[in-house]
Each structure stands twice: as C-alpha cells, then as structure tokens.
Nanobody
C-alpha cells in the first residue's frame, strides 16, 4: 500500500502562485507515475499533470506554461508549482500514483493510490 498526503493549498488572488506537495509513504517503489488531478464542484475529476520516475512530464492544455510538476524520488515527494493562477483553477487538488505502462495515462481510473485532497481557491 501507498499513503499520499497533500499540503500547500489555500486562498490566493488571481495571478498569484501556490506550491502543492505530496508526500508518499509505504510501497513507494510502485509509484512509477505520479500525477495531480483536480475536481471543481459539480464537475468530474480532471487530469492536470503527470511526472514519470525518470522526470518526463505531461500537462493538460489548460495548465501548460503555468504549472510545473516535479518529483524527488529520494524523498518520495512530488510537487506542483502553480503560477499565474486563474479563478478557473479553483478546485480540490489530488495527488495520485500508479504504474507506468509506457505512456502517460490521464484517466483517474489508472491510478491506484490517492491523497485526501487539498483545496485551492483563486479569487478574482
């Protein structure tokens, strides 16, 4: 089993920045892919960004150029640096971990482990 704990959410004005962290424990060797997803009220959970164990990354079009995902394998931690935040970025952000099958899988169903979520609110 893997346990994931997010931190770093909060309230920020539009144009501001936040950095989310996700600390993992347990069978962390199974976390070949780590990702961030988000869910706004009344909407489905959506993909934000993914990072593989070797550092290669993939982003949704809505955050490309504004968000940066990274991971520190030695610390079993992943990060999401969010810049130029917009009100549309308001959501609960979840970190996730799953297997690497050779391609970036953006479906939430691919990921076996999830954090409890952290709220990000961007005011206009």
């Amino acid at each position: 089993q893997v346990q994931l704990v997010e931190s770093g959410g909060g309230l920020v004005q539009a144009g501001g920045s936040l950095r989310l962290s996700c600390a993992a424990s347990g069978r962390t060797f199974t976390m070949d892919l780590m990702g961030w997803f988000r869910q706004a009220p009344g909407k489905e959970r959506e993909f934000v960004a993914i990072v593989a164990r070797n550092g290669r990354t993939y982003y949704s079009d809505s955050v490309k150029g504004r968000f940066t995902i990274s991971r520190d394998n030695a610390k079993s931690t992943e990060y999401l640096q969010m810049n130029s935040l917009k009100p549309d970025d308001t959501a609960v952000y979840y970190c996730a971990a799953g297997p690497d099958l050779g391609y970036f899988n953006v479906s939430p169903s691919h990921y076996s482990y999830w954090g409890q979520g952290t709220q990000v609110t961007v005011s206009s």
